[in-house]
């Protein structure tokens, strides 16, 4: 599967947002090794603490499931600029995802750019700093 098509698949995503508060939609869509698609979208709450971001989203629905091996995520948001993950989706990208997985930001206009999960993160707290 092509970016650009998980980019599309994150788009649809993108639609089934609950955002009363923010009124921010956003979309992700996970792919597996195995080439299966998780999608997810954001999610919040009138406790703003308990806010799941679509990256989250989609990657917990994967692991729940028991896809552990990923290959990319694809993330789109209605935003200036591709949307940049919160540091709590960078931080959960770090334990479950390879350091060098391809994430794809992007924008409903279109702008993509490519990073990886250890470029989002560096210098990552693990389970081997305890
Ligand atoms: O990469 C991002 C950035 C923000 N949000 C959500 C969280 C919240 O619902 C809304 C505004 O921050 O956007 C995501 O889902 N992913
Ligand atoms: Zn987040």
Known sequence: MDDKKLVSLARGAM???????SHFQVGAALLTKS????????????????????????????????????????VIADSRRPVPPCGACRQVMSELCPRDMRVILSNTEGIIELTTVAQLLPGAFVSEDM
């Open 15 to 21: 639609q089934m947002a609950y955002v009363p508060y």
């Open 35 to 74: 080439g299966k698609v998780f999608t997810g979208c954001n999610i919040e709450n009138a406790a703003y603490s308990v806010c799941n971001c679509a990256e989250r989203t989609a990657i917990f629905k994967a692991f729940s499931e028991g896809e552990h091996d990923y290959e990319a995520i694809a």
